[in-house]
């Protein structure tokens, strides 16, 4: 009978894996495949090359899955050196590239819209872009990038569309958490426990609301490394020790509240070379401010990359359609360096885009479930009380 032939794939599979095992000494084999007696031994040799061999398998897998990701890192840092020179050639070149390696729904839909707004050579968001990369740190940019645009809606969003089909529930994109600082004391395993749950979903952006001490939840972020958060604080909490412990976070966007204290707190985190946004809570009467550009032309001179508007649940429906046409109208209009989004809608139309539904899910600083539709301050729906799979279970469901 003739010799099977394996096929290239299969053959340089094998090589790689030979070259791991022989890189490896002898001794070393026990950390991965301890064995109880017969040191030396013919048998002992073969079981712990056997072993190191479905080891050094599944590191290659793992290697597999991630090299997009490599590759998403190292083009973002190869470009973002070339893109002060050139911040316009640069950046419809990433754009490119992004749409010609693009594999969700989601990216694709976002890299075709940027690709066509960006062929307006006079767009401000060239000049956001060199802003960006002018004064922020590019470990941040690089980081927060990646794990927002791939770990989040590549990665995550393929985990979130298998658990919805499996499970039948709606599972949300990213996650409002408006933190208990006393919860966080009494427990302090607690919300890095939520996270943990929703990363298991496939959930890798976090919106952290914090009205406490700020520098509480770093430990938390920095341990989700590979998940993007944005941390919305007020200006008085952006304090000297804070920045301190921002120095080696690269994984977070600070957001700041719009008031008195907005313009000192985004000169201090500018001055750091941190990544942030000005945010807002609008209420009916705001309407008028906001519509008429006076509330974006006051936060332009912070430089923020990003400017948020919060609806209020007194608003009516009809005040959050006008002020989301707006935003949509700011977008499209490319007259200003900073992209201005609406949390509640622009949320949802994500959601809908990577898992064909629209959730929007949080939770209060009691723990009561927070939706697009409103509070539900019920104990079933308490995150303090019952796990975050178990909720959305019940209340978003497909």
């Given at each position: 009978?003739?010799?099977?032939?394996?096929?290239?794939?299969?053959?340089?599979?094998?090589?790689?894996?030979?070259?791991?095992?022989?890189?490896?000494?002898?001794?070393?084999?026990?950390?991965?495949?301890?064995?109880?007696?017969?040191?030396?031994?013919?048998?002992?040799?073969?079981?712990?090359?056997?072993?190191?061999?479905?080891?050094?398998?599944?590191?290659?897998?793992?290697?597999?899955?991630?090299?997009?990701?490599?590759?998403?890192?190292?083009?973002?840092?190869?470009?973002?050196?070339?893109?002060?020179?050139?911040?316009?050639?640069?950046?419809?070149?990433?754009?490119?590239?992004?749409?010609?390696?693009?594999?969700?729904?989601?990216?694709?839909?976002?890299?075709?819209?940027?690709?066509?707004?960006?062929?307006?050579?006079?767009?401000?968001?060239?000049?956001?872009?060199?802003?960006?990369?002018?004064?922020?740190?590019?470990?941040?940019?690089?980081?927060?990038?990646?794990?927002?645009?791939?770990?989040?809606c590549t990665k995550g969003a393929r985990?979130?569309?298998?658990?919805?089909?499996?499970?039948?529930?709606?599972?949300?994109w990213a996650l409002n958490l408006l933190?208990?600082?006393?919860?966080?004391?009494?427990?302090?395993?607690?919300?890095?426990?939520?996270?943990?749950?929703?990363?298991?979903?496939?959930?890798?952006?976090?919106?952290?609301?914090?009205?406490?001490?700020?520098?509480?939840?770093?430990?938390?972020?920095?341990?989700?490394?590979?998940?993007?958060?944005?941390?919305?604080?007020?200006?008085?909490?952006?304090?000297?020790?804070?920045?301190?412990?921002?120095?080696?976070?690269?994984?977070?966007?600070?957001?700041?509240?719009?008031?008195?204290?907005?313009?000192?707190?985004?000169?201090?985190?500018?001055?750091?070379?941190?990544?942030?946004?000005?945010?807002?809570?609008?209420?009916?009467?705001?309407?008028?401010?906001?519509?008429?550009?006076?509330?974006?032309?006051?936060?332009?001179?912070?430089?923020?990359?990003?400017?948020?508007?919060?609806?209020?649940?007194?608003?009516?429906?009809?005040?959050?359609?006008?002020?989301?046409?707006?935003?949509?109208?700011?977008?499209?209009?490319?007259?200003?360096?900073?992209?201005?989004?609406?949390?509640?809608?622009?949320?949802?139309?994500?959601?809908?885009?990577?898992?064909?539904?629209?959730?929007?899910?949080?939770?209060?600083?009691?723990?009561?479930?927070?939706?697009?539709?409103?509070?539900?301050?019920?104990?079933?729906?308490?995150?303090?009380?019952?796990?975050?799979?178990?909720?959305?279970?019940?209340?978003?469901?497909?």
């Amino acid at each position: 009978m003739p010799l099977a032939v394996p096929c290239r794939k299969s053959w340089d599979r094998q090589c790689r894996l030979e070259k791991f095992i022989k890189t490896l000494p002898f001794w070393t084999l026990n950390r991965f495949c301890p064995f109880p007696s017969g040191k030396g031994s013919a048998i002992l040799i073969l079981y712990k090359i056997l072993c190191v061999h479905r080891l050094a398998g599944k590191v290659l897998q793992h290697m597999k899955k991630d090299m997009t990701k490599v590759l998403v890192e190292s083009t973002v840092r190869r470009t973002l050196k070339n893109i002060q020179e050139s911040p316009e050639r640069a950046t419809r070149n990433l754009i490119d590239l992004g749409l010609e390696f693009s594999d969700g729904r989601f990216q694709t839909r976002l890299f075709r819209q940027a690709q066509r707004m960006l062929q307006n050579q006079k767009s401000a968001y060239y000049d956001l872009v060199k802003n960006i990369v002018t004064t922020v740190d590019h470990d941040i940019i690089t980081t927060f990038g990646v794990n927002l645009g791939y770990n989040s809606c590549t990665k995550g969003a393929r985990r979130i569309r298998e658990i919805e089909a499996e499970k039948g529930f709606n599972v949300p994109w990213a996650l409002n958490l408006l933190i208990n600082e006393e919860k966080m004391e009494t427990e302090p395993e607690f919300y890095p426990s939520v996270l943990h749950q929703g990363q298991a979903l496939g959930i890798h952006t976090y919106l952290l609301f914090v009205t406490g001490c700020a520098e509480k939840v770093i430990p938390m972020i920095k341990k989700k490394s590979d998940c993007a958060f944005i941390l919305f604080l007020q200006g008085h909490q952006i304090s000297s020790s804070f920045l301190k412990s921002m120095e080696t976070v690269k994984n977070v966007m600070i957001s700041i509240y719009a008031d008195k204290d907005t313009p000192d707190a985004c000169q201090k985190l500018r001055q750091a070379r941190l990544l942030y946004a000005v945010h807002y809570r609008y209420m009916e009467q705001d309407k008028e401010n906001i519509i008429n550009g006076e509330w974006l032309k006051a936060v332009l001179p912070m430089y923020p990359a990003f400017a948020f508007l919060r609806v209020d649940f007194s608003c009516t429906l009809q005040t959050q359609n006008e002020i989301y046409q707006y935003v949509m109208d700011v977008r499209d209009n490319q007259q200003y360096p900073l992209i201005l989004m609406d949390i509640k809608q622009d949320t949802l139309i994500i959601d809908k885009v990577i898992s064909d539904g629209e959730c929007l899910v949080g939770f209060d600083a009691d723990g009561s479930l927070r939706t697009h539709e409103g509070f539900q301050r019920d104990d079933r729906y308490n995150i303090f009380q019952h796990p975050l799979e178990e909720i959305l279970q019940e209340t978003v469901k497909k």
